[in-house]
């Protein structure tokens, strides 16, 4: 069991643990579990609820954090979301070490403890539909009704819960229930499902159960099974915190332990959603290029689009632990990715908007080998080597004809500054005879001024470029939010998510000019292309001489407005 950098962090849930423990309750253990249900890919909201259970269990000598697999709905689980959900888990650095479970494996022990409580007179057997079942339940101004299987004896119980088991009935005739109230202002606890038939097949205990139990019923004895001491999960999980005591007060002599249930709310991120059914619309409906699309907020998507596992524990970090609501800007994720990058990544350069110009005074064959630092504050980075040639690519955004008051980059006659290389003097334009189109600029270059300012000239203005005539092609995608609105669930206004969508929150700039050096980017690695943003390979399309960059986020918050354009 490990968690990286946990620092002396604190919340709410660390500090009634750090109290348990003065008191010696659960005998100075801390079990925690990350409990997911595989039906989807985890997301950014799941990476909260994973940095605080394994990282409050890492805290702690004895701390342990369990991962474990709430199946308890087959058809709506796959085998595949198991194996995303372990590697997204390992990815952003944890480990469950030898504590993997599914609540499928305690199926058996679970049919025992219903037959238990059955005994107990605390659960029987209902033959109401279940749209009978809704009518019985009342509303939150209304009392439910008793189901007419509440008054079965405990012997008749026994007999249909077992002939559920044997397959003796149909699905949907019965369910079992448990015998709390009817009349409890809490919905929850009016007699809630334990177990219904349904003879579906199981990812992991395929034919062997016609009758499965219930999300509610299995997470509590599953946590007890366990050894579990902190049931941390999310605040909708409040109401239904009393079921999860009652049913472990039933069994206290079955089981051993009676974990402690906690809440914290839920991570909301503006500009995307996080329920699973909405990203599996979005999946399902081709509206994004699968889980691992870089515009979601899934782990698999924030990977592929170039986060690293730091800077998404830092933003867990950051966003803390408490019962408030939790709403969080894009930026905040963003800036996280920022300050790690900021460090850690090599600098290279690329011309997304090209624009040839020529320098006039350099021979045809002109080739001059610039060796430069990967980073400026980072040696570790090492160095690569430029190549500059008599003709070059700068962003056509930097040169302009007529510059708007402060423009400190290329204008007619005047000079700007090659990142790692010359100044250049802009002499001429020349421009398409029909369209008039700027395109390409006439340029001379200044070779007294490597490292050095001009004699008698102030130059303000860096560009960047890349040789026209050395360099490698490669894709570019870049990428805003995928909603126009911050909170796309919200349809106060009527309609569905979908009408929030950004059509232009994938951009897609083929055969754009890239320094030569990024032809071996490698899979995982990650550039700052200067003054661009940060960019990475992209996990499926991405291939050696052929790159294809995802910008995992740009130099700034552009919708910050400090500049709109790359
Ligand atoms: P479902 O609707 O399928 O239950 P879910 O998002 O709750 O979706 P789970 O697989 O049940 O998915 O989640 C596993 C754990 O992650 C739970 O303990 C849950 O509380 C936590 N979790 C889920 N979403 C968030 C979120 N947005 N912020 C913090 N924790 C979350
Ligand atoms: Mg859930």
Redesign the pocket.
Known sequence: MSAPDEKKQTDFIRTIIAQDLARNLNDGRVVTR???????TL????A???CLNFGVASQYPSGRCHLRF?DTNPEKEEIAYIQSIKEDVRWLGFDWGDHLYFASDYFQRLYELAEVLIKKGKAYVCSLSADEMRDYRGTLTEPGRQSPGRSREVSENLTLFQAMRAGQFADGTHTLRAKISMVSPNINMRDPTLYRIRRVHHHQTGDQWCIYPTYDYTHCISDALEGITHS???L??EDHRPLYDWILDQLQEELACHPQQIE?????LEFTV????MLTTLVTGNHVCGWDDPRLPTIAGLRRRGYSPQSIRNFCRLIGITKAP?HVEMALLENCLREDLEVNAPRAMAVLNPLRIILDNLPEDYLEEIVVANHSQNEALGTRTLVLTRELFIEREDFEETPPKGFKRLIPDGEVRLRHAYVIRCQGVLRNPKTQAIESLRCTVDTETMNKAPEGRKVKGVIHWVSAQRHCKAEIRLYDRLFNVPQPADNKAGGTFLDHLNPESLQILEDRPVEESLAAAQLGQHFQFERLGYFSPDIHDSTPGKPVFNRSVSLRDSWAKVEKKI
């Open positions: 990350f409990p997911p249900e595989p039906n989807g997301h950014i909201g799941h909260k609820s994973i709430d941390l999960c999310t909708e999980f914290f709310s839920r991570l909301e996080m329920s699973k059914r939790n």
